[in-house]
């Protein structure tokens, strides 16, 4: 099995838990989804699936197609969850088809909002790297099919905030410090006026778990991809250095210690855990590593626990339907067998 994309360490790895690139496209021979019959979408589907296993990428073996049709809700939610689709894509999946990777750093929505969303996720601070990728896939498949662009507005897509690029380039970033701080409300504030946003864990009207936000640039016409990405990671490279110095402060009080080592006690022994709580108790141990008080440093552990503890994805792991005690008593025998060794 494939090492996973979460799996593995990334740069400034203690603050960006990840990044992601992700490129709408529309081709330019059907209409927009909303409008596309069964028939168009499947046609879509099957088009793009040939451009990629005909290609001369070194991508092209390691995708699976998937039908989301032939998905139980259980599965779909899961790749919500493993931030692989929109919730959106997940809601309603007839006509909608993936491709995905086998190490889960490529998903390809078709016939979404758009007939193709490219998204490359990656662990830590590696937005040029993803972009990179995710342009080489985009070459590939504008040669094979034919994207819908204009030469005033850009790329083509069903949602007018989408022209031009078509590119949304975000981070997650683990701010237990500036939450703490009660910063949140006034940074939000003044990266809507650059021209950014900050959101919640699962993206656009979702809540924050663990102190995980979502922040991505919202301009897609009138500016470069290049500019775009710079821009992001010009403001992430200041909320980084505040964030571990206001979390070097806050760990050097009596309080946030004894949260710290108590968060790793309770991960270490408890029988029942509630999704909330070990997000937040996983929050507490990232921040002891970030600032020494937890000698490991391995944030990548801590990445898959996250992704493993989610309802949808437990449930999946274990093949069946669980009740709300039986994933709390799963979540929390996972996390002790996991973290045992880590502190």
Known sequence: ??????????????????????LARNLKSYPFPNRASLEQKREI????????????????????FISMEEL????????????????????????RYLMLSE?????????????????????????NELYNTANNIDTLLDDALGFAFNEKLGYLTQCPTNLGTGMRASLMLHLPAT?????IARIAGNLSKLGMELRGTFGEGSDVKGSLYQMSNQ?????????AIENLKNIASQMIEQEEKSLEELSKTLE??????????????????????????????????????????DYSLLNRMSEQIQPATLMTSNNREMTPQERDSARAELLRRELKELF
């Open 256 to 297: 946030m210690q004894d949260i710290i080592f108590r968060s790793a006690a309770v991960l270490k022994s408890a029988r029942l855990m509630t999704n909330d709580e070990a997000m937040k108790l996983l929050s507490n141990v990232r921040a002891g590593m970030v600032t020494g008080l937890i000698e490991s440093k």
């Open 1 to 22: 099995m494939a090492e996973k994309w979460y799996e593995r360490s990334g740069e400034h790895g203690s603050v960006v838990i990840s990044s992601r690139i992700r």
């Open 72 to 95: 139980t809700q259980l599965q779909a939610v899961s790749l919500v969850e493993k931030h692989l689709i929109s919730p959106e894509f997940a809601s309603d999946r007839k006509g």
């Open 179 to 183: 939450e703490k701080n009660r910063a």
């Open 103 to 127: 190490d889960e750093a490529i998903s390809i929505m078709i016939n979404e909002e758009d007939h193709i969303r490219i998204q490359v996720l990656g662990s830590g601070l590696s937005l």
């Open 219 to 227: 301009i897609t016409l009138g500016i470069s991809e290049h500019t």
């Open 45 to 64: 589907a099957l088009r793009v699936k040939k451009a990629i296993e005909e290609s001369n990428s070194t991508l092209a073996g390691s995708f699976s």
